[in-house]
């Protein structure tokens, strides 16, 4: 009971005028954060945390974690509308929001990822709300060990998914495996793969190659099919809102699926993107409509969308309660408590009441703005497929080198950005799957380290994946989730010979 | 168009006139770029973003300071960017212990001397830190503990490879006869949570990055790797604070080890350069923003310039030649 009181005195914080007036400000500019590709939620909360350096502490905060919303809303505009992920997170939702607005049904797309982010958000804030201390205590027991099993997990719900042959499944993977590896070594502490190169020292960032993959590689496909935006005759109109709103009540479960997986991702921490390829690939199997995902299936956009916002909102709770982020953002945001005088851990929520049910209020608020600020603007997105192609193609080109760039201030980044869109297209060309690559540079030096640490830990041995309940268990998850097909062969046949004997 | 030029050229002129004037001190013409060689949220990642809002937030430079992480490589990225930027006076970088480590454990072309020495902002403390479950309420009780463990089976976590955390380890290892299992993680709140949740057995964080853990009761500080106690006396957790730590010395550890928080800047940097720089840090050092930042991470406030930083900074680069020699660290190993 005392939460809500708590929690009320909160939404008296956080709805002061001022409080108001930089929520809004904070929304817009992580829209268009979230819209530059590359810029990335955690850079531009950098840039402008200096800016909030002379507000008062729930201020600046309810700021940046608006610039966060924001960056999290607006990732998924660029995705759908032109199959270019502005944030990693964001690339699952490529996967179907893309052909769909190649069907002309963008504003459908935009209506349906934005909704589905405001439902995730709004179930991990009530989580936090509600059983914030409970769910702190949960993500201490993840060691390296947890940590493997459930990138394991990710990788298992994925795999099979495409429609391309499983070799080039895999080939794919692999590569992305390789271009993982380049750069440090964080278990000995070498360099690897780089040949001497000092621009290789940072390894391959998963942004550029997927700007290149996806963004680049898209434009020369279009322009190899006759220079033009397919879907230009999407609906722009807000009643497109309401008639989406109306279909999407019907994918409750999918919903309440993505919320709890990105939940879970969120706190242990492993993040939003894996979250919503974790979502999206277990979407594909239970759905009934399964089938026609990646063809354009609202439900293949319902499902990531949801996860990877739940999950960064739930990313704040690690942060706030054990000091350590669940998200590059969060760790900025962590830097900025820090230089506030606030120090979180274990104490916060003792000790900064009102800071933190603020900071819990905006939440709700933040994404209640932000939800009503980008459902206006859907028709203006989804007009842009109107613009010719030969005008808003340099623009994207640009758009994409400039983003390639603010990675790392590199001008090598943007090189390699175009060496990767060749590589797309290429890709593209053989019918190589280009979903697993990706997970595969994202998530791949990370499996690796966990892996690596756990074997430290165990002195070698493979027994730790399996040394107690909770890790067990996310590891058997994951075994099933890899066999699946032939787990629902042997059942079916089963059910046959049963059916034939009877 | 031709009155502006007009003005611009008039401009130029009247700033040679005042800077003659003004006993010809340099200053910033640009935008001036902030490189740490680490990742976002890091120790030197929150000192930079703090340097930088207190210089703008106190306009104690006329343009703007833009902070950039370059920490690809171990940081080996961020410095042989700078390295390459000579005679550019608009970048300066703040370093870590990786400007000695980096380039012994990776081979990577670059070594301190490549830079121009700024000065020592401040020394970071290391701290050996148990879960507050475990009954070691002192270095002894812990080492021998280490020592009855079959060798290798107690966990030290730490923050990269081959780095401070590692060498301390070592360090520790050699002056006790023991041996733990190193694992290095990516960040030192990570080792913190880390060593909460019982995953690793002990670490050797920062003050900063554990400071919330052991308010809240639920990790135990042995000991300070410094020749003598934090000046901190403020009640943090149990009545005690980071004065009342012991050294480990005077634990019968016999290891210090303190980390640089120092500024570097592009090589070929002239006098004047240099000491705009040392004035600008100085300010930055009398706002009451640092110093709470100093407190907040009981940070050793050393601060040095000129040669008697170099000269530090020389004695820091032999003494992780030979720790690291002695680790096995270096490069082609």
């Known amino acids: 009971m005392?939460?809500?009181?708590?929690?009320?005195?909160?939404?008296?914080?956080?709805?002061?005028?001022?409080?108001?007036?930089?929520?809004?400000?904070?929304?817009?500019?992580?829209?268009?954060?979230?819209?530059?590709?590359?810029?990335?939620?955690?850079?531009?909360?950098?840039?402008?945390?200096?800016?909030?350096?002379?507000?008062p502490p729930t201020s600046a905060i309810i700021m940046l974690s608006c610039i966060y919303w924001g960056a999290l809303f607006g990732g998924a505009i660029t995705s759908i509308l032109f199959n270019i992920p502005g944030e990693p997170w964001s690339v699952a939702t490529t996967f179907?929001?893309?052909?769909?607005?190649?069907?002309?049904?963008?504003?459908?797309?935009?209506?349906?990822?934005?909704?589905?982010?405001?439902?995730?958000?709004?179930?991990?804030?009530?989580?936090?709300?509600?059983?914030?201390?409970?769910?702190?205590?949960?993500?201490?027991?993840?060691?390296?060990?947890?940590?493997?099993?459930?990138?394991?997990?990710?990788?298992?719900?994925?795999?099979?998914?495409?429609?391309?042959?499983?070799?080039?499944?895999?080939?794919?993977?692999?590569?992305?495996?390789?271009?993982?590896?380049?750069?440090?070594?964080?278990?000995?502490?070498?360099?690897?793969?780089?040949?001497?190169?000092?621009?290789?020292?940072?390894?391959?960032d998963f942004l550029i190659a997927v700007i290149g993959l996806f963004g680049i590689g898209e434009i020369l496909l279009t322009m190899e099919e006759g220079l033009s935006f397919r879907g230009g005759k999407a609906k722009i109109n807000l009643r497109v809102v309401m008639e989406t709103w109306k279909g999407l009540p019907k994918y409750w479960m999918t919903s309440l699926r993505s919320c709890i997986i990105g939940c879970w991702m969120g706190i242990t921490p492993a993040g939003a993107t894996p979250a919503s390829f974790m979502s999206y690939g277990i979407a594909k199997r239970v759905s009934k409509n399964g089938k026609n995902f990646g063809k354009g299936e609202i439900e293949g956009v319902v499902a990531p969308e949801t996860a990877a916002h739940a999950a960064g909102t739930a990313a704040l709770l690690p942060m706030l309660s054990l000091g350590v982020p669940g998200s590059p953002t969060a760790a900025v945001l962590l830097g900025g408590l820090l230089i506030w005088g606030l120090q979180p851990g274990p104490m916060l929520f003792v000790e900064q009441k009102e800071f933190v049910w603020g900071?819990?209020?905006?939440?709700?608020?933040?994404?209640?703005?932000?939800?009503?600020?980008?459902?206006?603007?859907?028709?203006?997105?989804?007009?842009?497929?109107?613009?010719?192609?030969?005008?808003?193609?340099?623009?994207?080109?640009?758009?994409?080198?400039?983003?390639?760039?603010?990675?790392?201030?590199?001008?090598?980044?943007?090189?390699?950005?175009?060496?990767?869109?060749?590589?797309?297209?290429?890709?593209?060309?053989?019918?190589?799957?280009?979903?697993?690559?990706?997970?595969?540079?994202?998530?791949?030096?990370?499996?690796e380290e966990a892996f690596r640490q756990s074997l430290l830990g165990s002195q070698g041995s493979l027994g730790i994946f399996f040394s107690n309940p909770l890790v067990s268990t996310i590891m058997v998850l994951g075994l099933i989730a890899l066999f699946w097909s032939a787990i629902q062969e042997v059942i079916t046949r089963l059910r046959g010979t049963r059916t034939a004997a009877a | 168009m031709k009155s502006s030029v007009l003005r611009l050229a008039l401009a130029t002129v009247a700033a040679f006139c005042t800077s003659g004037i003004a006993s010809a001190a340099w200053e910033p013409v640009r935008p001036v770029e902030f490189i740490i060689p680490a990742g976002t949220g890091g120790g030197a990642d929150q000192m930079a973003r703090t340097i930088q809002g207190i210089v703008t937030k106190h306009s104690l430079m006329k343009q703007p300071m833009v902070v950039i992480n370059k920490s690809g490589g171990a940081g080996g990225e961020g410095f042989l960017d700078v390295k390459s930027s000579a005679g550019n006076p608009h970048?300066?970088?703040?370093?870590?212990?990786?400007?000695?480590?980096?380039?012994?454990?990776?081979?990577?072309?670059?070594?301190?001397?490549?830079?121009?020495?700024?000065?020592?902002?401040?020394?970071?403390?290391?701290?050996?830190?148990?879960?507050?479950?475990?009954?070691?309420?002192?270095?002894?009780?812990?080492?021998?503990?280490?020592?009855?463990?079959?060798?290798g089976t107690i966990k030290m976590g730490g923050t990269g490879s081959k780095q401070e955390d590692q060498i301390i380890t070592v360090a520790i290892e050699k002056a006790t006869g023991t041996k733990f299992t190193y694992i290095p993680y990516k960040g030192g709140?990570?080792?913190?949570?880390?060593?909460?949740?019982?995953?690793?057995?002990?670490?050797?964080?920062?003050?900063?990055?554990?400071?919330?853990?052991?308010?809240?009761?639920?990790?135990?500080?042995?000991?300070?790797?410094?020749?003598?106690?934090?000046?901190?006396?403020?009640?943090?957790?149990?009545?005690?604070?980071?004065?009342?730590?012991?050294?480990?010395?005077?634990?019968?550890?016999?290891?210090?080890?303190?980390?640089?928080?120092?500024?570097?800047?592009?090589?070929k940097a002239t006098k004047d350069q240099v000491d705009y720089y040392i004035d600008l840090f100085k300010k930055v050092r009398a706002t009451p923003e640092w110093q709470d930042f100093m407190k907040s991470g009981a940070f050793n406030t050393t601060f040095m310039t000129g040669d008697e930083y170099a000269k530090w900074v020389e004695g820091e680069e032999k003494r992780h030649q030979v720790l690291m020699k002695e680790a096995g660290f270096l490069a082609g190993n």
């Not at chain 1, 009320?8 to 930089?22: D, E, K, R, S, T």
């Not at chain 1, 209506?111 to 804030?125: D, E, H, N, Q, R």
């Not at chain 1, 993840?142 to 429609?163: I, M, Q």
């Not at chain 2, 000695?100 to 000065?119: E, M, S, Y």
Request: glycine share 10%.
């Open chain 2, 91 to 151: 970048k300066i970088i703040i370093t870590l212990s990786n400007l000695f480590t980096t380039p012994l454990a990776t081979g990577i072309p670059f070594n301190w001397k490549d830079l121009t020495p700024v000065a020592m902002l401040a020394l970071d403390e290391f701290v050996l830190w148990v879960n507050a479950e475990k009954p070691y309420q002192n270095v002894k009780d812990y080492i021998d503990a280490v020592k009855k463990a079959p060798p």
């Open chain 1, 359 to 447: 900071l819990i209020a905006s939440m709700y608020l933040g994404n209640l703005f932000g939800l009503i600020i980008v459902l206006t603007c859907v028709p203006i997105f989804a007009a842009i497929l109107r613009v010719p192609f030969s005008i808003i193609a340099p623009l994207i080109l640009v758009l994409c080198a400039i983003g390639a760039y603010s990675v790392h201030s590199s001008t090598f980044d943007v090189m390699l950005m175009l060496g990767f869109g060749v590589i797309g297209y290429l890709l593209k060309k053989c019918n190589y799957p280009l979903a697993p690559l990706v997970l595969a540079i994202v998530l791949g030096d990370k499996a």
């Open chain 1, 96 to 204: 179907d929001g893309y052909p769909m607005a190649q069907q002309g049904k963008a504003g459908e797309a935009l209506t349906a990822a934005f909704t589905s982010s405001f439902v995730g958000a709004l179930f991990a804030v009530i989580m936090i709300t509600l059983v914030a201390p409970l769910v702190a205590s949960f993500a201490l027991q993840f060691g390296p060990a947890e940590k493997f099993a459930v990138y394991f997990l990710a990788f298992c719900s994925f795999v099979g998914l495409s429609k391309e042959p499983p070799f080039k499944t895999i080939a794919a993977m692999m590569m992305g495996f390789a271009l993982a590896a380049v750069g440090l070594d964080s278990i000995t502490g070498q360099l690897r793969l780089t040949f001497g190169f000092t621009e290789l020292l940072n390894g391959f």
């Open chain 2, 189 to 267: 709140g990570e080792v913190a949570v880390q060593l909460v949740g019982n995953h690793v057995d002990s670490s050797v964080n920062n003050p900063i990055e554990a400071v919330a853990q052991w308010r809240g009761g639920k990790l135990r500080p042995l000991c300070v790797f410094d020749g003598k106690q934090m000046a901190y006396g403020d009640p943090i957790a149990d009545g005690k604070g980071w004065k009342d730590i012991p050294t480990c010395k005077s634990q019968g550890l016999d290891m210090e080890y303190l980390m640089l928080r120092g500024i570097f800047m592009s090589p």
């Open chain 1, 2 to 55: 005392e939460e809500l009181v708590n929690l009320f005195h909160g939404f008296a914080v956080a709805l002061q005028p001022f409080n108001i007036m930089v929520m809004v400000l904070g929304i817009v500019l992580g829209v268009i954060i979230g819209v530059l590709p590359g810029l990335g939620g955690a850079n531009g909360v950098a840039i402008l945390l200096p800016l909030t350096f002379s507000m």
